[in-house]
């Protein structure tokens, strides 16, 4: 099967701080990668959609300049937690198809003191 | 209403036991359903993928779907201690689509 790879696995950043996720597809080539955001005993809820060499689709209510996503090449996106503060802290995930199927990234726990 | 709604659980059961996990949805448009696994601090990862109503069965694993009642299973036969984990559902409009719309996700704990 595909694999996607997420790094960091966890992150811990001080308040007012910028962080990078890191999403990449290892053995495909992923066009479009997607970041979802999952908070304790909730859903996933998708943030945004991220396309190759374009700009990202971003879903209702989620801030656009705070959650900058840069998909620069077919194989990695990088989503970046501008300015972060505590509410920020939750589980991002990313996740990218290939023929088809949705394969998920190992997640990322943010947490911002 | 939620688009696609999940008991959250936690649902506890003695290894050996069937299991059975479900999700009713409210958009008939959903065409194909998908059933993922995630443990604790890790990705989801996909275990059933259906599409027609009937069943689909793999390994110990039964997937259910039900359009006309708008209602999706999962069973789990023999269950084991490293079934415990949160499953959940997931649907999609069209094949093609990568968006998927998720349940909350049941909390599965198999005692040994």
């Not at chain 2, 443990?39 to 110990?60: A, F, H, Q």
Request: a positive charge.
């Amino acid at each position: 099967g595909a694999v996607v790879s997420q790094h960091p696995s966890w992150v811990i950043c001080k308040s007012g701080t910028s962080v990078k996720i890191e999403c990449r597809s290892l053995d495909f080539q992923a066009t479009t990668m997607f970041w979802y955001r999952q908070f304790p005993k909730q859903s996933l809820m998708l943030m945004a959609t991220s396309n190759e060499g374009s700009k990202a689709t971003y879903e209702q209510g989620v801030e656009k300049d705070k959650f900058l996503i840069n998909h620069a090449s077919l194989t990695l996106s990088t989503l970046t937690v501008t300015s972060a503060h505590p509410e920020d802290s939750s589980f991002y995930i990313c996740s990218a198809s290939y023929r088809g199927e949705a394969f998920f990234g190992q997640g990322t726990r943010l947490t911002v003191v | 209403q939620k688009e696609v709604e999940q008991d959250p659980g936690p649902l506890s059961v003695p290894e050996g036991a069937i299991v059975s996990l479900n999700c009713t949805y409210s958009n008939s448009a959903f065409q194909y359903f998908m059933w993922y696994r995630q443990y604790s601090r890790k990705g989801p990862e996909l275990l059933m993928y259906t599409y027609s109503s009937g069943n689909k069965e793999d390994g110990r694993f039964t997937a259910q779907v039900d359009k006309s009642s708008k209602y999706i299973s999962l069973f789990i036969r023999d269950s084991q201690p490293s079934d415990s984990a949160t499953y959940l559902c997931a649907m999609k409009w069209r094949a093609g689509s990568y968006q998927l719309t998720f349940g909350k996700g049941t909390k599965l704990s198999v005692i040994p």
